[in-house]
């Protein structure tokens, strides 16, 4: 719990969670008028549900992986 309520990134983690919630689901509202992507995520996993977006490069990797 302890990495989830911490104020700064300390390191990455991989685990495999479940998207339940999309914002900007229309592909039209993927991209902010500067040409970058933009999304928010709901995310859970069986120990919790946290909010995330995917913003710029991050959304980048996100799609195209």
Do not use: Q
Request: hydrophobic share 45%; charged share 25%; net charge neutral.
């Amino acid at each position: 719990m302890d990495v989830l309520t911490h104020s700064k990134v300390a390191a990455n983690f991989k685990c495999v969670v479940r998207v339940v919630a999309a914002s900007s689901y229309r592909v039209e509202e993927l991209w902010s008028p500067d040409g970058t992507y933009r999304m928010r995520l709901t995310l859970e996993d069986p120990t919790a549900r946290i909010h995330a977006s995917a913003v710029a490069k991050d959304g980048v990797t996100l799609y195209d992986a």
